[in-house]
């Protein structure tokens, strides 16, 4: 039972163009949602997250959208540069709830291919 | 401010051997968890360690254990390795262990199983 969904395995967009990731999540449990980057044969790399107090953040060229009651949250980058093709992974915790537990559940990535 | 740092980074084993992989924390983090990576599965929670106590463990077989020391520091051991054991290894540290806190990722141990 997948409780995290990225249902593109891949996305092609253009230079200078906005990137929309999408993630699903089943599990009403989540309540704190990240989103990571990753290179073959590298760890991913930490981009940026929101609670479920909140339904937007933002950071640079990076904004996180989240509609609770859809179960459906989304990662905008804008605009998107060569340098951004990577693997893009979503990733859900039941951590507030939980009493700090820090598992995360992931999503099985969506490939972004930016090109010039 | 050094990242998560993880060895070794690459290595090879044979069916039925032994491999403990090791884990740094970012300084200061006291929460260090563990995941698997493969083609077929994605990324998969295996177990977390807050204070030398492992807090939560995710569904793999009890070949798979790990620890963390006094200082942070953790390892994780895979006893009787199998060819689906071949796979990348990472290990993860957030600061608090508190949940809702950022997790940062190292650069991973890959294992391949002979």
């Known amino acids: 039972d997948q409780q995290v969904k990225q249902n593109s395995p891949s996305l092609s967009v253009q230079e200078g163009r906005i990137s929309i990731l999408n993630c699903d999540y089943t599990?009403?449990?989540?309540?704190?949602f990240l989103w990571y980057k990753k290179y073959p044969a590298e760890g991913p790399t930490f981009l940026i997250s929101?609670?479920?107090?909140?339904d937007k953040n933002e950071d640079g060229r990076f904004t996180v959208f989240l509609n609770k009651s859809a179960k459906h949250l989304s990662l905008h980058i804008v605009p998107s540069q060569p340098g951004d093709s990577a693997v893009y992974f979503c990733?859900?915790?039941?951590?507030?709830?939980?009493?700090?537990?820090?598992?995360?559940?992931f999503g099985k990535g969506t490939k972004l291919t930016v090109n010039p | 401010k050094a990242g998560v740092t993880q060895t070794p980074r690459y290595l090879i084993k044979t069916r039925g051997q032994q491999v403990t992989l090791s884990c740094s924390p970012i300084?200061?983090?006291?929460?260090v968890s563990w995941y698997q990576q493969t083609p077929g599965q994605g990324l998969q929670f295996l177990f977390e360690?807050?204070?030398?106590?492992?807090?939560n463990k995710g569904n793999f077989p009890g070949r798979f254990s790990g620890r963390q020391f006094s200082n942070s520091r953790s390892e994780m051991n895979v006893s009787t390795l199998e060819l689906g054991d071949s796979a990348l290894y990472l290990c993860?540290?957030?600061?608090?262990?508190?949940?809702?806190?950022?997790?940062?990722f190292g650069e991973g141990s890959w294992l391949t199983v002979v």
């Open positions: 929101i609670s479920s107090i909140k």
């Open positions: 360690y807050f204070s030398e106590t492992q807090r």
């Open positions: 599990n009403s449990m989540f309540d704190y």
């Open positions: 993860a540290s957030s600061p608090r262990g508190q949940g809702g806190n950022t997790i940062y």
């Open positions: 300084s200061g983090h006291r929460s």
């Open positions: 990733a859900a915790s039941p951590s507030l709830t939980q009493g700090g537990s820090e598992k995360l559940v």
